[in-house]
């Protein structure tokens, strides 16, 4: 069973461009959050998707910053007219489906790492 | 709101001495604790978890973490560290409504 992926594992973009950062869930979950580990400071919850469906997005900046996890495919956090700010490691995570016990457990992917120059 | 604390920035050990790593936590409400361990340049992987029933949890690689309700804390502990144990540690919690609240981490360093 494979675990979360995603990719690009490193991604280089220059100040104004976009960023999509993509994350695909462990077989058979179906909840999806993304975090942002900025450097010497501690993971961050930025937003907690289902399928279709944005659950709490309570961490993502109001500009800038958006995620999708669509009914086919990964999960896509996409970040516009990136700045150095946004210089970043982005770890995505995934949790089996709501009301089962270990459903609070999250799996997280290996990161994208995002450099702005 | 909820908040986790790690005590210890960093925490120096030499081989096969044992060590705990420190979090507390603040809720009002129940919840459910995590240790994670982020290897250089990995993602986090999970360590133990308390969800409910006994207070003493066990996890991989030989950490255990106790659960106290009353101090509000959930330290890590392994009685003899190896030089592998060199990583990052992280707290989390999680009350129920999706998201985990991490501590800022505390950097294990294992000499020989």
């Known amino acids: 069973n494979a675990g979360v992926m995603q990719n690009p594992r490193h991604l280089v973009r220059r100040r104004g461009q976009e960023a999509r950062l993509r994350c695909s869930p462990m077989?058979?979950?179906?909840?999806v959050y993304w975090y942002r580990q900025l450097p010497e400071e501690g993971l961050k919850f930025m937003v907690y998707l289902q399928k279709e469906n944005i659950i709490d997005e309570s961490g993502m900046p109001k500009e800038r910053f958006s995620a999708e996890f669509p009914k086919e495919g990964p999960s896509i956090l996409r970040i516009q007219q990136v700045v150095r700010g946004d210089s970043a490691a982005y770890f995505c995570a995934s949790s089996p489906r709501a009301g089962a016990h270990l459903s609070y457990e999250q799996y997280f992917g290996p990161g994208t790492r995002l450099t702005v120059t | 709101a909820q908040s986790v604390t790690q005590l210890d920035s960093q925490v120096p050990v030499f081989e096969e001495a044992p060590v705990e790593l420190r979090c507390n936590y603040s809720?009002?409400?129940?919840?459910?604790l995590f240790w994670y361990v982020q290897y250089p340049n990995q993602g986090l992987q999970l360590l133990l978890k308390?969800?409910?029933?006994?207070?003493l949890v066990k996890g991989i690689n030989g950490f255990e973490a106790e659960f106290n309700k009353s101090q509000t804390s959930f330290h890590l502990r392994k009685p003899s560290v190896h030089i592998s144990d060199t990583a990052e540690y992280f707290c989390a919690v999680n009350n129920q409504g999706g998201k985990l609240i991490f501590g800022q981490g505390t950097e294990l360093s294992v000499k020989p």
């Open positions: 308390y969800l409910s029933g006994s207070t």
């Open positions: 077989k058979g979950h179906s909840h």
């Open positions: 809720s009002s409400v129940s919840v459910y």
